[in-house]
């Protein structure tokens, strides 16, 4: 079983829509959860992170978080074109162990 | 202003050789991280480091080395041993909850090439 598991994609969604990308950690000791962006070509960016359970809001993004399912989401509104990238979430251990997914690929179309 | 910067970009090695990516940052941040990336793949982690001369084994350590002799800095070798060490490399360094929030900021990336 990956430490990390993203829902596989690639996601595609029109313009304006909602895109949901979903996440889920094996690990119960994991404490920190980050969301990047990576451009094809690029390095990634760090978008979002959550630590409590519940829901996290930062303009059109939302992270929410479920530590008893082991489960953390994040939600584009309003999705637009230049969101199109790979969406990389990020599990991070008191140990200081950073671990990723594999990535889902968003696609926006105008 | 506050970055982290690897280097060289793009690296080429012939069979056998080992090589030595480097990795620098400003921010003052205590953790850093190395990964790697291959075509169409996440990120898989190599090495990491919480403080100064200490780091740990990430999930695919094999055939490569760190040091952490300063804060600001934390080179790679790709040693022999690595038998496919084509890929993506990422340094990133990462500090919780900071007095500027949480920051983590990945390197431009170093191409290692064997020829």
């Known amino acids: 079983q990956k430490e990390v598991e993203q829902n596989s994609g690639p996601l595609s969604v029109p313009e304006g829509a909602i895109a949901s990308l979903n996440c889920t950690y094996s690990d119960r000791g994991s404490q920190s959860f980050f969301w990047y962006r990576q451009y094809s070509g690029k390095s990634p960016e760090l978008i979002m992170s959550i630590y409590s359970n519940g829901d996290k809001e930062d303009g059109r993004f939302t992270a929410q978080l479920n530590k008893a399912s082991q489960y953390v989401s994040l939600l584009i509104r309003d999705s637009q074109p230049s969101d199109s990238a790979t969406y990389l979430c990020?599990?991070?251990?008191?140990?200081?162990?950073?671990?990723f997914g594999d990535g889902t690929t968003l696609t926006v179309k105008p | 202003d506050g970055g982290i910067t690897q280097s060289p970009k793009y690296l080429f090695r012939k069979e056998g050789q080992n090589v030595t990516l480097s990795c620098e940052q400003n921010?003052?941040?205590?953790?850093m991280y190395w990964y790697r990336q291959d075509p169409g793949q996440g990120l898989r982690l190599i090495y990491y480091?919480?403080?100064?001369?200490?780091?740990q084994k990430g999930d695919i350590a094999e055939g490569y080395s760190v040091s952490r002799e300063k804060k600001e800095s934390f080179p790679l070798t790709v040693t022999s041993a690595q038998k496919n060490p084509t890929a993506f490399y990422l340094c990133?360094?990462?500090?919780?909850?900071?007095?500027?929030?949480?920051?983590?900021?990945f390197g431009q990336g170093t191409r290692l090439t064997v020829v």
């Open positions: 921010l003052n941040h205590d953790a």
């Open positions: 480091s919480q403080i100064v001369n200490d780091f």
């Open positions: 990020a599990v991070h251990t008191n140990a200081g162990k950073s671990t």
């Open positions: 990133a360094s990462l500090n919780l909850r900071g007095a500027r929030g949480t920051e983590a900021f």
